[in-house]
Each structure stands twice: as structure tokens, then as C-alpha cells.
């Protein structure tokens, strides 16, 4: 999605003379994501629609929650307008673990985990609803156009009639915590896009490795838990994939992802077997 006129006249404002140096959108979503310089140094340019509520939510985590992880193991907020769904941050070096050799390397994880728990660490909070609101929502997920088969729709609803119920503890979370999301330079790992940060159980930022990096390497789950400090999965983790493999599922079809929509459904099959 290119910027508005809006945007590009306050982007002007803000980063006079700017050169765009490349497009790193994702093409999924209405976010726009740029890689600019201006007075010699990169930034990150976000920009999305009005209906999306991914850059809100990032501008609040650079504002709230970021501040362990800076000044160079995650962005720093430079600018930002929420009425014109728009933000300038810094520009971390280096490439993306995922698809390069860091990504199989425990090192990273042992770092990676290090930096969640600096995040989940900072504040607690405790939460009655909780469960209940995320029961809600995977039968709301369910009710969307999907692919999931018939059979395991019927067990993800039997499993939500008896959903786990009561109190759990919150934390600052990244809400979208794998190796896609950190960049590693001179072997060294920090953490970007916070558009998915929230208040969370901890254990929601392990939910997207488990079924990935961790389902054929052990060493990689010792390493990042060595270095969070604990294990945060409660008692109904297997409760927690499930309803992240149905959400899955359903938004990456909605999308027309159909790889990240595949990953939901096998999840699925084997959370349901």
C-alpha cells in the first residue's frame, strides 16, 4: 500500500531530503514498511490504513514497554502520528535470522530468550477474563470462512466447551515472537516489529516456535528458556496452540497465505489427533 498524500507531506515534514533506500512490506497486510535515510543515518518508515490496529499498538510498545530492550536491541521510536497512521524509528543493522544459518543456531535463541524476558520482567498483572475472551474468539475465528476439515472443527469445539477457566498473570508481550522478527549483525540478536505487542500471558511469545524452529531441534527450546529464565507455559499450553493454530489457520486463508494457512491446519491436525 503506498502512502496517502497525508503521510508523505508529514513525512516530508518530519525527514526533509529523505531517500527511500527499499520496501520491505510484507504485501499481506495494509502496512507499508520503508527503509529511508535522512541526515545520514537509516530509519524505518510504517504506514498503514485506518482499519488497521498493528501500528497503535506498536507506537504504545515503543512508548511503554520497549525501553529494556533499547538502546539498539530493539527500534527507537522517532516520530509518530496516530491519526495519520504513521511512524519513524530506527533502523537496526543486520538481516533477518530466519533463513540463514542463525536460525538453527542455539546462540541466537539463548539471546532471543534473554531479551523476552527482560519484556515479560518489567510489570505483571492479574486477569479474570482472560481465558474466557480468548475461548470467545477462536469460536469466532471458527465461524469465518475457512478450510479447517469438518473432524477437527468438531474437537476444537468440544475442547472449547470445557475450557480451562480462572485467573492468570499478564505480562508485556511481543505477540509475534520467532526468528522472522529478529535481526542478527556481527552475531549479535535483537528484536523488531512490535505491531502485535499486547498484554499477554508470557507464554503466548513461545506459541509460534513450538510448532517450527523447536518441533525438530530440542536444543533450540533448551537454549531459549536458559536464557528467558523460566519456562512460562502453564497447564493449558496445549489449550493456548490449539486456539493459535485455529487463528492461524483462519486469518491465513482470509489473506491468501496459503503456506502460513497450511502450518495452522497441520497444528491443528496434530493438536486434534
Known sequence: ????????????????????????????????????????????????????????????????????????????????????????????????????????????????????????????????????????????????????PRAHVDRVERRLASWPVGPVTLTPTHGDFHPRNWVVEDGTVSVIDFGRAQWRPPATDLARMEPRQWRDDPRLEAAFLEGHGTDPRPSWWRDLLLAEAVGTAVWAHQVGDEPFEQEGLQQLAELTA
Open 1 to 148: 500500500m503506498p502512502l496517502t498524500t497525508t503521510q508523505q507531506a508529514l513525512l516530508d515534514t518530519w525527514l526533509p531530503g529523505h531517500t527511500v533506500l527499499g520496501d520491505h512490506s510484507w504485501g499481506l497486510v495494509s502496512t507499508t514498511v520503508l527503509r529511508v535515510r535522512h541526515a545520514g543515518r537509516d530509519l524505518t518508515v510504517k504506514a498503514s490504513s485506518p482499519d488497521d490496529h498493528h501500528l497503535a499498538r506498536e507506537v504504545v510498545a515503543h512508548r511503554e514497554v520497549t525501553a529494556p530492550l533499547l538502546p539498539d536491541r530493539a527500534p527507537t521510536l522517532v516520530r509518530a502520528d496516530l491519526d495519520a497512521h504513521l511512524l519513524v524509528a530506527t533502523w537496526l543493522p543486520g538481516r533477518l535470522v530466519q533463513g540463514t544459518p542463525a536460525e538453527h543456531d542455539p546462540a541466537s535463541y539463548h539471546q532471543a530468550g534473554e531479551l523476552l524476558g527482560r519484556l515479560h520482567g518489567q510489570f505483571s498483572r492479574t486477569d479474570e477474563d482472560w481465558l474466557e475472551q480468548q475461548r470467545v474468539r477462536t469460536a469466532r475465528w471458527l465461524a469465518r470462512p475457512h478450510r479447517i
